[in-house]
Structure formats: C-alpha cells, structure tokens
C-alpha cells in the first residue's frame, strides 16, 4: 500500500521568509495530492491539491511542485506571516473508485514575529 | 449545519468500558474515513468506507476496535475494553470521491482512558 514520508517534522521561520516542506510517497499509481492545514485545536482543511498531469501550482502565497519521476512533493509557502503557524499534512492516493486517502506524519511550523 | 459532525466531543471512560463514537457525513459523501491523532501527533488512518464496498480495516490497531457505516450514511466507531493508550481524539471525515478528493473533516472526538 501507499506510504507517505514528510520532512521536516518542524520548522521555524521568520515572519517574511519562505518555507519549505517535502513529502515522498511508494506508489507510483498515485496521482492526488492534497495539502492539509491544521491550526491548534482545529479540524485538518485543505489548502491546496495537485494532480499528476501538472507540475507546479499556485494559489497567492502558495504553492505546490510535483516530480512525477521522484516521486516527491513539495510545498512552499512565501512571505511567512505567523497566521501560517500550524500543522501541515501532505497525503496522497489514487483518485477516485476506492482508494483511501494516506497522509504523511506532518510538520509543525511556527512563524515568528 | 451542513458539516461532518461528530458526538460525543469529549469522553472520559475507565480503563476496560467500552465506548462508540459517532459520525454524522456531509449528505451524499460517499466516503468516509476514520483517523486517530494522539496529541502532537500525526493523522494515524484506522478505516476507510466507500459506497457499498467492503471498507478497509487495514489501519484498525487491535480487535478491540471496529466499526460500521449504516444505509451509507452514519458510522459508529466502537473500541472494547479500552486501554489507556487509546486515548487520543478520533477524527471522522467525509469526502464525494465522485467529483472531488477533498476530505472534510469533523471536530472529532477526544477520547481520555483513566
């Protein structure tokens, strides 16, 4: 079955600097991958998704590479403010029929003023 | 509300009671996942059920644990004879596989095991 690895398990930063978190999966057949933010105390939301037929995607202040061939995903967060202080989720799974979502073990940012 | 909700919110239990949590999915979801986060920790995947297939038990840690999904709709997370390690918070989500992989998620339910 699938299995996601992420690193760093922390990260911290300051305000204005860019972030950088890393995740590889096993199964080639993969071909979703959703980010997840988790602020403390709350519900894990997405925050942005990629789909193996593109490479690169943006969203404001976020984005988000794949490397088919590597298998590893990445996200990067620009001009850190510390409201991006939380737990990020990185998770994969073949889209669609019956395929269950695995996320990876997460990384703790902080953003500090 | 339209959300995943998710009851009890809080449960203290003594060590061998069991206990049942419950998931209510947004309407029509066809998937639904249950995940344990212990504190600090990541999403540990426990079972996952979608449409009117078998579900996948694969993450269920021990026998103690079980679950099911009523008419599609409904799930009930059961754990026997709990054990202090089972302390955690049990999050439900929901998510139309259909038209979109987006899981939303409940507040879950955290469980504590004197």
């Known amino acids: 079955g699938e299995n996601v690895e992420q690193h760093p398990s922390t990260l911290s930063v300051q305000e204005g600097d860019s972030a950088v978190i890393k995740c590889t999966y096993s199964d080639s057949a993969s071909n979703y991958f959703p980010w997840y933010k988790q602020e403390l105390g709350k519900r894990p939301q997405l925050i942005i998704d990629i789909r193996s037929n593109v490479g690169e995607k943006k969203d404001q202040r976020i984005a988000v590479t794949l490397n088919k061939t590597a298998k590893h995903f990445s996200l990067h967060i620009t001009e850190t403010q510390p409201e991006d202080s939380a737990v990020y989720f990185c998770?994969?799974?073949?889209?669609?029929?019956?395929?269950?979502?695995?996320f990876g073990a997460g990384t703790r940012l902080a953003v500090h003023p | 509300g339209a959300g995943v909700s998710q009851s009890p919110s809080n449960k203290v239990t003594e060590k061998g009671k069991d206990v049942e949590l419950r998931c209510d999915p947004i309407s029509g979801h066809t998937a639904l996942y249950w995940y344990r986060q212990s504190l600090g920790q990541g999403l540990e995947f426990l079972i996952y059920?979608?449409?009117?297939?078998?579900?996948?038990k694969s993450g269920l840690p021990s026998d103690r644990f079980s679950a099911e999904r009523t008419g599609g709709s409904v799930s009930t997370l059961t754990i026997q004879r709990t054990q202090q390690e089972d302390s955690a918070v049990y999050l439900c989500?929901?998510?139309?596989?259909?038209?979109?992989?987006?899981?939303?998620f409940g507040e879950g339910s955290r469980l504590t095991v004197l």
């Open positions: 998770a994969a799974s073949i889209e669609g029929g019956y395929n269950k979502l695995i």
């Open positions: 059920f979608q449409g009117n297939s078998a579900p996948d």
């Open positions: 989500a929901s998510a139309d596989r259909v038209n979109t992989g987006e899981l939303f």
